[in-house]
C-alpha cells in the first residue's frame, strides 16, 4: 500500500505543478478586474460617461478573453483515427522483429493503405513505439501528454494542455484577445498612471492638495501603478507571440516545423503544406468568416491528412470515394456549421488556380473509419 499511497501523492504534486500557470494567469486576470472596475473606473474615474463606456468595452473584452482561454484548456486534443494503430497480429510481429529492415517492411505494408506522406529524416516511415502507431502527417508524441496528438505545434504550460488540431484556433482567439485586454488597459490606465507620477514626484504636498484632477490619496494609486505595468509587459511579450504565429498561419507551419522542416518523398520542405496565405489562413479558421472571431471549432479537414502541393498518389494506394467519411464535428458533439466532408475541404483547398498549388493529390488522399468526435 505504501507505494501506491506515494504514487498518489507525487501525481498529485505533479498535477498541481502543471495547473499552476493556469492558477497564476487566473489570479492576475481576477487582480486585474478588481484594479480596473473598482480602482480605476469606481474610484478614480468621475465622468459617468466615460466610466459606462470602459466598462462596456472592458467586460466584452474579457469575456472573449476567458471563452476563448476556456476553450484552449479544456478541449481534449485529437488522437490518431483506430485504422493508424497497428493490428494486434502486426504489433506481435513487430514486437519479435529484430532486423530494422524488416520493421520497415511491416510498417510500410500498413502505410501504404493510410494517407501518410511524410518521413523520418532518414526516410522510414514514422512509427511511435509508445502509442503503437504509424503516425500521421504532422502529428507527434507528447512526452507531457503521454500520447500522439493530430498536428500538434507545441504543448503550452500556461493552459496545461497540447496545442494541435482540435484547438490550434483557440489558442489562436486567446493570445489576440489577451492583447487587446492589456491593450485596452494600458491604454484607459495610461493617463492616470501619468497623473499619478507627476502628482507624486513633481510637486509639492501643498501643489497637490489645490490641484483639481489629481488621483485621491488612496490605495487606488498602487493598483493603478501596477496595473500599468503588468498590462504593459504581458501586451509586449504577447505582441512577438501572436505575430509569431500569425506568420506561422500564413506559412501553415506548426511550431515544430518552423524548427524542423517535414520530410515528404523527395527530401525536407518547410513549404510542403502551404497552399498560399488565403487558404492557410481558412485551413485553420475554416470559410464561414463569421466564426472566425468566435472561439468555435471551424477548421477545415479532419487532422489525420493535410493537402500539399509537393507530392501526387502513391500508385500503390487505391483512391477512396469522395464523400466516405462522416462530416466533421465539433468540439462538444454539436457542430453549427453545415457538414463538410474532410475530402470536400482539401479539394476546395486545392483548386481555385493557385499558382503554389502543382498537384491535386490531396484530392485522392482520404483515411477511412469512423470521425473521432471533438470533446470539451
Known amino acids: 500500500m505504501a507505494p501506491s499511497g506515494s504514487g498518489a501523492v507525487r501525481s498529485g504534486c505533479r498535477r498541481v505543478f502543471y495547473w499552476s500557470p493556469v492558477l497564476f494567469i487566473s489570479a492576475i486576470v481576477v487582480w486585474s478586474y478588481y484594479a480596473f472596475v473598482l480602482q480605476l473606473c469606481v474610484e478614480s474615474i468621475d465622468s459617468v460617461a466615460q466610466k459606462v463606456a470602459y466598462l462596456l468595452v472592458y467586460h466584452v473584452l474579457l469575456f472573449m478573453f476567458v471563452w476563448a482561454y476556456w476553450r484552449t484548456i479544456f478541449t481534449r486534443p485529437m488522437m490518431p483515427l483506430e485504422e493508424f494503430h497497428l493490428p494486434p497480429a502486426d504489433r506481435q510481429l513487430l514486437e519479435r522483429e529484430d532486423r530494422a529492415e524488416s520493421v520497415q517492411e511491416v510498417l510500410r505494408r500498413v502505410a501504404k493503405e493510410l494517407p501518410v506522406y511524410t518521413r523520418t529524416a532518414s526516410g522510414a516511415i514514422r512509427f511511435c513505439d509508445r502509442c503503437h502507431l504509424v503516425k500521421p502527417d504532422r502529428c507527434h508524441h507528447c512526452s507531457v501528454c503521454n500520447k500522439c496528438i493530430l498536428k500538434m505545434d507545441h504543448h503550452c504550460p500556461w493552459v496545461n494542455n497540447c496545442v494541435g488540431f482540435s484547438n490550434y484556433k483557440f489558442f489562436l482567439l486567446f493570445l489576440a484577445y489577451s492583447l487587446l485586454y492589456c491593450l485596452f488597459i494600458t491604454a484607459t490606465d495610461m493617463p492616470y498612471f501619468i497623473r499619478f507620477w507627476t502628482v507624486s514626484v513633481s510637486l509639492t504636498r501643498r501643489k497637490c492638495e489645490n490641484m483639481q484632477n489629481s488621483l485621491p490619496d488612496t490605495q487606488a494609486k ?66 464561414e468568416k463569421k466564426y472566425w472571431a468566435l472561439p468555435v471549432f471551424s477548421s477545415l479537414g479532419d487532422g489525420c491528412s493535410f493537402p500539399t502541393c509537393l507530392v501526387s498518389q502513391d500508385p500503390e494506394q487505391a483512391p477512396v470515394p469522395a464523400g466516405q467519411r462522416p462530416p466533421v464535428v465539433g468540439p462538444g458533439g454539436a457542430h453549427p456549421f453545415p457538414p463538410r466532408p474532410a475530402r470536400g475541404s482539401q479539394t476546395w483547398l486545392l483548386g481555385g488556380g493557385s499558382s503554389e498549388t502543382e498537384s491535386d493529390g490531396g484530392k485522392q488522399r482520404d483515411s477511412r473509419g469512423k470521425r473521432g468526435t471533438l470533446e470539451t
Not at 500599468?228 to 505575430?243: D, G
Not at 498561419?249 to 525536407?268: D, I, W, Y
Not at 518547410?270 to 488565403?278: E, H, M, Q, W
Open 222 to 287: 498602487f493598483h493603478i501603478m501596477f496595473l500599468f505595468f503588468a498590462a504593459a509587459m504581458f501586451f509586449i511579450s504577447l505582441s512577438s507571440l501572436f505575430s509569431y504565429h500569425c506568420w506561422l498561419v500564413c506559412k501553415n507551419r506548426s511550431t515544430l516545423e518552423a524548427f524542423r522542416a517535414p520530410v515528404f518523398q523527395h527530401g525536407p520542405n518547410k513549404n510542403g503544406f502551404s497552399l498560399g496565405a488565403s487558404k492557410n489562413i481558412r485551413q485553420v479558421f475554416g470559410d
